[in-house]
């Protein structure tokens, strides 16, 4: 069993930027891929960013993004200190949204934290 609490959420200007947490407890944090949804009100969760299990070096770290943050979002983990990061950029007022972190299990994201609010304003 995992769980996964977000953090890092808030207020912020259209332009400007917040970094999320996201910290793991319970499981073997290194053996999961990681990921970041965001669900804005009256949409469905959408796929944000994913990080593979284990980065060997900066050079070897897997990533993938949605095309939509591409260029402005950086996903990344501190295995030691089990957990997950999103530094966003450059925020737009349609990157408003309850962000969600999840453990990636086979080919399914089982576990789930509570999520945290993004508020961009123009």
């Known amino acids: 069993q995992v769980q996964l609490v977000e953090s890092g959420g808030g207020l912020v200007q259209a332009g400007g930027s917040l970094r999320l947490s996201c910290a793991a407890s319970g499981g073997t944090f290194t053996s999961y891929d990681m990921g970041w949804f965001r669900q804005a009100p009256g949409k469905e969760r959408e796929f944000v960013a994913r990080?593979?299990?284990?980065?060997?070096?900066?050079?070897?770290?897997?990533?993938y993004y949605a095309d939509f943050v591409k260029g402005r979002f950086t996903i990344s983990r501190d295995n030691a200190k089990k957990t997950v990061y999103l530094e966003m950029n450059s925020l737009k007022p349609e990157d408003t949204a309850v962000y969600y972190c999840a453990v990636l299990v086979g080919r399914e994201y089982t576990y789930w934290g509570q999520g945290t609010q993004v508020t961009v304003s123009s």
């Open positions: 990080i593979a299990r284990i980065t060997w070096s900066a050079a070897s770290t897997y990533t």
